[in-house]
């Protein structure tokens, strides 16, 4: 799946499964913040690989640490395509 093909239900549908599998909770749920769940800066580091494995991009770790919940890294992602990806995120094919 790439980003641009994924519409933002699936996108957040994927990254709450990243949030859940990385914080090992399989309740939480797309509005679910990262720190709020005690989560570290080596699970970032995963969820940010997870979403290139998963999305085929790349996203810096600073956008993690400020939308830090799967919806609102969607939200952020929706809008930076939206402007033309203003290098924010890469996307890349797989």
Do not use: I, N, T
């Given at each position: 799946m790439s980003l641009q093909n994924a519409k933002?239900?699936?996108r957040v549908a994927v990254l709450t499964r990243i949030w859940r599998e990385v914080l090992g909770d399989p309740a939480?749920?797309?509005d679910a913040d990262l720190f709020e769940k005690n989560?570290?800066?080596l699970?970032?580091?995963q969820i940010t690989g997870r979403i290139h494995d998963a999305l085929g991009i790349d996203v810096k770790?600073?956008?993690v640490f400020?939308?830090?919940s799967p919806r609102s890294l969607s939200e952020f992602l929706d809008a930076e395509f939206a402007q033309g990806d203003s290098g924010?995120?890469?996307g890349?094919?797989?």
């Open positions: 933002a239900p699936e939480l749920d797309e989560g570290s800066s699970q970032v580091l770790l600073r956008h400020s939308y830090a924010a995120v890469h890349g094919e797989k």
